[in-house]
């Protein structure tokens, strides 16, 4: 739902309003919803009816991050590829030198003054028509204005920064040397253009060919009398766009949203007999028709609170192999039709469902649906005692004749689930449906389904029940498909609810009812809600098909990690290769001439650290482990960093080994720990070394690392202390320090009972991060450099912990720009020689142990030992 930020009308917060006569007319407040042209506008809301508030829309955000994503773009573009750009402007600067000077001024001129007029011309059109309400016109021409403001000020700045710090690579992109005045040039963002079209965009101006035709003339007039590049019209128009949908998300917008008047209207105009419309929840209302005619359940289509899921159903459908055709990217009109259309196949099948009554078109922003009313209740309205094994059947029954017609649901959740008055159920909420489903979204139905019934009667009895009905195999093909994210959100919060409450064993809420009066009471079975009600619904089917199978379907497309992976890689290139062209010397060409001693060095040393990795590996583990093995799973690490950020998969692939080493995992999780916790201390260890030794050398005066490391323990410290200050922020950082004083703390204890072994730790963490700093040392040194060592383990320490830090496969980009930065400034090695180093470096431990890698990781699986 739209974020309210005014008083909102009263069809959505309360209150009826009644129409007098069937005859009256009416439309939208743009004349355009269903009815005939020229009716009589719709009948006005009766006294204490608010009038309409302000919204802010979703659409607006959205729009908004999208002009400030573009912006962005268009500007390192015009940097990065000035070329280009330059190429361009000349080239219309070119033509443009073909029309008389004379000309184009005049063309300039008029088509200035036409784009001052626009704002004027367009709010006077709309408060002169006729039948305008001209509150709400006044209120989005102020909106227009605030607008026209902003974008105005954003260009006076833009200038402001191009004529000040902005690159000169910048400036010469955007704009052209005057003719006759060489030190002056052209406006960076062309003239009106940005503030005319905030004023028409925030002020919800109808007119698009007028406004753009003028629009247009202004850009080609000011190309033609060389007063603007190209660069400088688009950045106009973004800016305008940009700012104008700011500030409607800012301020907020009249809600566009039709009033309850304009529903009666449109029900009447549909040969309905409303009289009366009544809110009923969000967006939808209750309607009374007149004399014997059912009642009606009205659900409003509203562009705004579809738009509001633009984001979640975009990302589900990215995500999701069995997600749902996002209606946000949908018209309003296919919304509406698809929405029908499944209730009318539905009804086809012989489902029990709201019939609809009516469809219309609300003008451009909403359509309603009108369903006819059925009286019941949901089952979450249901008491304990009314859910019986009758019921449960008939809620099987009516997914069977769905599932026969490959209809999906996709929304089986408690408010689906309506029960009248003579207990029948009736399958509601279709909005989201499907017809000729395909087998993986039927079979989410029935997992669906499982779900939400054992979430009420636990287990048992939601399995039974449906086996009665659609047999075990059906049910059993189902099983791959119950897993969290394949269920509904509400549905996973209320499992994460049953596992906090810890009622995996308490007795249930519901006994077995029985369908035969004069059969006797069944016992109590003790499959309630709780934690593990996923594997208990599991174990329920496999009781009865003990060859179902049980591993579950891969529903996702594309993984989060993935995402971010993709995301971390693509910045990490645009961080990395405008530093490898910005050098006077190919990098390429620098390491080609290597010198062979180090480079050998540097390669020994590389090998070298996976050997000290195994030894800080093993060490910490009390338990006997192949040495070669554990050196091997180090190898296969290296291939493993294709797959995940750095640190984290080489923490996932030992934990692995030690379990299938024989070790329980909660003690190998321990023993990883334990090797993480103690290499972070050394390393902070280590860093303060190097950087005392490199504050003591001869000539390392200009590395004044030492009061930064003090200065940023301090701010730890005063960090740590204010967190332990506040009772929540203690309790959330006590949550998190929980598994470490309950699993690794003992297991450290234990280690001290083996000196010797813990003495093999914390040689081999120690030695990792030497080895590390020696390969780039000699990295260094083979390139012709001669950084001293202590430098070069600052450089090292810092800058390899700070890129490990980003989400891309082993900090690959984030790594290497830490790295080239740090050398230059503790070492002052020219920038062609640091990454000369780094690229060498990173071919050693990063490229290519990335196939031997493979090998061993492959290796190790056939020998089941990962």
């Given amino acids: 739902m739209a974020d309210v930020a005014g008083n909102a009308t009263s069809g959505r917060t309360g209150g009826t309003v009644e129409g007098t006569d069937d005859s009256t007319g009416g439309g939208t407040s743009d004349g355009t919803a269903g009815g005939t042209a020229g009716a009589a506008p719709p009948p006005p809301d009766p006294p204490g009816i608010a009038a309409t508030g302000r919204v802010r829309q979703p659409a607006a955000l959205i729009r908004l991050l999208a002009g400030l994503v573009v912006i962005a773009l268009t500007l390192l573009s015009a940097d990065y590829a000035r070329a280009t750009t330059n190429g361009l402007a000349e080239d219309v600067g070119g033509a443009a030198a073909l029309v008389p000077h004379p000309l184009g001024g005049v063309a300039t001129g008029l088509t200035t003054a036409a784009l001052l007029l626009l704002p004027g011309c367009s709010a006077a059109r709309r408060l002169l028509a006729p039948g305008t309400d001209r509150r709400h016109v006044l209120q989005q021409l102020a909106d227009g204005v605030l607008a026209a403001v902003l974008a105005y000020g954003v260009t006076l ?13 910048l400036v010469s992109a955007l704009t052209r040397p005057l003719p006759g005045a060489p030190l002056a040039h052209t406006e960076p963002v062309y003239g009106y253009l940005a503030p005319v079209l905030a004023f028409l965009t925030a002020s919800a101006a109808r007119e698009r060919r007028v406004p753009w035709t003028v629009l247009t003339l202004s850009a080609l007039a000011g190309i033609a009398a060389g007063a603007a590049t190209p660069t400088a019209l688009l950045l106009g128009v973004l800016i305008g766009w940009t700012a104008a949908h700011g500030t409607r998300w800012a301020v907020g917008t009249p809600d566009p949203r039709p009033r309850p008047g304009q529903l009666l209207h449109s029900l009447r105009e549909a040969g309905l007999h409303p009289v009366s419309v009544t809110p009923d929840g969000p967006d939808r209302y209750l309607v009374r028709q007149r004399g014997d005619h059912p009642d009606l359940d009205l659900q409003l289509l509203d562009r705004q609170a579809v738009t509001a899921a633009l984001v979640q159903r975009a990302w589900r459908r990215l995500r999701l192999r069995t997600a749902p055709h996002p209606r946000a990217l949908r018209s309003l009109r296919t919304g509406l039709e698809h929405e029908a259309l499944v209730s009318y196949a539905a009804v086809a099948a012989g489902v029990r469902t709201r019939p609809v009554a ?34 449960l059947v008939d809620v099987w029954g009516q997914l069977a004749l769905l599932q026969r017609r490959a209809i999906a649901h996709r929304a089986l959740v408690p408010s689906a689930l309506l029960v009248d008055p003579a207990g029948a159920v009736h399958l509601v909420g279709l909005a989201d449906g499907d017809i000729a489903a395909g087998e993986l979204v039927l079979l989410s139905d029935i997992a669906q389904l499982l779900t939400t019934l054992a979430l009420r009667t636990g287990a048992e009895r939601s399995v039974r029940a449906a086996v009665s009905v659609l047999g075990p195999d059906a049910i059993a093909a189902a099983l791959p498909l119950l897993q969290p994210i394949a269920l509904a959100r509400g549905t996973r919060a209320a499992l994460k609810q049953a596992a906090r409450r810890g009622a995996a064993t308490t007795a249930p809420r519901v006994p077995p009812q029985r369908t035969d009066p ?89 090998a070298a650290g996976h050997v000290a990795g195994a030894m800080g590996f093993v060490g910490f583990v009390p338990e006997r482990l192949d040495f070669r093995n554990a050196v091997l799973a180090q190898v296969a690490g290296s291939f493993v960093k294709l797959v995940s950020p750095g640190g984290v998969g080489g923490v996932a692939l030992n934990t692995r080994f030690l379990q299938r080493a024989g070790i329980p995992t909660a003690q190998a999780l321990s023993s990883v720990g334990v090797g993480q916790l103690l290499g972070l201390v050394l390393h902070l260890l280590q860093l303060g070394a190097f950087v005392y030794l490199t504050g003591v050398e001869p000539g390392g005066s200009e590395l004044d690392a030492l009061p930064a490391v003090v200065g940023g323990l301090a701010v730890a410290g005063v960090l740590l202390a204010s967190v332990s200050a506040v009772p929540p922020a203690r309790r ?11 699993e690794v703390l003992p297991r450290l204890v234990e280690l001290l009972r083996n000196p010797g072994r813990l003495a093999v730790g914390f040689t ?73 180093a780094v690229a060498l470096y990173r071919l050693l431990t990063f490229v290519l142990p990335v196939l031997p890698g493979w090998a061993a990781f492959a290796w190790l699986q056939r020998r089941g030992a990962l």
Avoid at 361 to 370: F, I, K, Q, S, Y
Avoid at 567 to 583: D, R, Y
């Fill in 732 to 742: 959330w950082l006590g949550a998190r320090l929980r598994p470490l004083t309950a």
């Fill in 764 to 836: 081999g963490q120690l030695l990792v991060s030497l080895t590390l700093i020696a390969c780039l040392y000699c990295c260094a040194r083979a390139v012709g450099r001669e950084p001293s060592f202590a430098a070069v383990g600052v450089v090292f320490l810092v800058g390899n912990a700070a890129g490990n830090a980003a989400p891309t496969p082993g900090g690959a980009g984030f790594v290497d720009s830490a790295l080239v930065t740090l050398l230059e400034l503790v070492t002052s090695m020219e920038k062609d020689g640091a990454l000369a």
């Fill in 518 to 606: 004069e059969a006797p009471a069944a016992p109590a079975t003790a499959a309630g809600p709780g934690p593990d009600l996923l594997d208990g619904i599991r174990a329920e089917v496999l009781r009865s098909r003990p060859q179902a199978p049980v591993r579950p379907v891969r529903l996702e497309r594309l993984r989060p990690r993935t995402l971010l992976a993709v995301v971390g890689g693509v910045v990490a290139g645009w961080l990395l290769l405008p530093q490898l062209f910005a050098t006077e010397r190919n990098p390429i060409a620098t390491l080609a001439d290597a010198d062979p001693f180090w480079l050998a060095l540097a390669v020994l040393a590389a």
């Fill in 157 to 169: 700045l833009f200038a402001l920064w191009i004529d000040g710090p902005a690159p000169f690579s």
């Fill in 358 to 391: 009516a469809t219309a078109e609300l003008g451009r922003d909403a359509a309603l649906v009108a369903y006819r009313r059925l009286p019941g209740r949901t089952l979450d309205e249901l008491a304990d005692e009314e859910i019986t094994d009758a019921l």
